[in-house]
């Protein structure tokens, strides 16, 4: 069974860079049928697309944060990375890893439980 | 690109039958089949109940359905039971992807 698991830390400083990774087991992140995105969720709010990345690096984002957010990917590892720069309060969220199936159809079919990111000084 | 809009609760009695709308536009919704929807109890992560407008993944009940018309796509559940209770989100690829606000059923 595919699992997909968040880590980082859970606070971050206004201004500063928040740095999460996701490790994904029970399955290769190097499979050319599947993207890996980031999304996350401000309290008592909707979700959000950061943005997905394909094993071979290939990346794409949300327009509103392509000028903040990067997405790395590491297969020998069997993970994938969020960094966000200069952040402030309203990047206060909970943030989900996912699978993308992205071929002819399009849909996250596995999450991760998700983390709680607090930007606070 | 706006996120799609969806009320923002809904209700029903067990054994009735309820539907989300999400609304988009001509450029996302309306073109694209690649609307989706996913169920979100607290705490917990998202889970996918519908992809491509109509599509069931294995597992999830045929009492969920999805629909579209025009620029507004739709989540039925029927026969409603107490663990549907839940908040649902909508999401539409167009190049790039939108969610809706969510909506939370509530199950009287």
């Given at each position: 069974?595919?699992?997909?698991?968040?880590?980082?830390?859970?606070?971050?400083?206004?201004?500063?860079?928040?740095?999460?990774?996701?490790?994904?087991?029970?399955?290769?992140?190097?499979?050319?049928?599947?993207?890996?995105?980031?999304?996350?969720?401000?309290?008592?709010?909707?979700?959000?697309?950061?943005?997905?990345?394909?094993?071979?690096?290939?990346?794409?984002?949300?327009?509103?944060?392509?000028?903040?957010?990067?997405?790395?990917?590491?297969?020998?590892?069997?993970?994938?990375?969020?960094?966000?720069?200069?952040?402030?309060?309203?990047?206060?969220?909970?943030?989900?890893?996912?699978?993308?199936?992205?071929?002819?159809?399009?849909?996250?079919?596995?999450?991760?439980?998700?983390?709680?990111?607090?930007?606070?000084? | 690109?706006s996120?799609?809009?969806?009320?923002?609760s809904?209700?029903?009695?067990?054994?009735?039958?309820?539907?989300?709308s999400?609304?988009?536009?001509?450029?996302?919704?309306?073109?694209?089949?690649h609307?989706?929807?996913?169920?979100?109890?607290?705490?917990?992560a998202?889970?996918?109940?519908?992809?491509?407008?109509?599509?069931?993944p294995?597992?999830?009940?045929?009492?969920?359905?999805?629909?579209?018309?025009?620029?507004?796509?739709?989540?039925?559940?029927?026969?409603?039971?107490?663990?549907?209770?839940?908040?649902?989100?909508?999401?539409?690829?167009?190049?790039?992807?939108?969610?809706?606000?969510?909506?939370?059923?509530?199950?009287?």
């Open positions: 069974q595919l699992q997909l698991q968040e880590s980082g830390p859970g606070l971050v400083k206004p201004s500063e860079t928040l740095s999460l990774t996701c490790t994904v087991s029970g399955g290769s992140i190097s499979s050319s049928s599947y993207y890996w995105g980031w999304i996350r969720q401000p309290p008592g709010k909707g979700l959000e697309w950061i943005g997905s990345i394909f094993y071979s690096g290939t990346t794409y984002y949300n327009p509103s944060l392509k000028s903040r957010a990067t997405l790395s990917v590491d297969t020998s590892k069997n993970q994938f990375s969020l960094i966000l720069i200069s952040v402030t309060a309203a990047d206060t969220a909970v943030y989900f890893c996912a699978r993308l199936y992205r071929y002819g159809e399009y849909y996250f079919d596995y999450w991760g439980q998700g983390t709680l990111v607090t930007v606070t000084s | 690109q996120a799609l809009t969806q009320p923002r809904v209700s029903g009695s067990p054994g009735q039958s309820v539907t989300i999400c609304t988009g536009t001509s450029s996302d919704v309306g073109t694209y089949n609307v989706s929807w996913y169920q979100q109890h607290p705490g917990k998202p889970k996918l109940m519908i992809y491509d407008v109509t599509k069931r294995s597992g999830v009940p045929d009492r969920f359905s999805g629909s579209r018309s025009g620029n507004t796509a739709s989540l039925t559940i029927s026969g409603l039971q107490a663990e549907d209770e839940a908040d649902y989100s909508c999401c539409s690829y167009a190049g790039s992807v939108l969610f809706g606000g969510g909506t939370k059923l509530t199950v009287l």
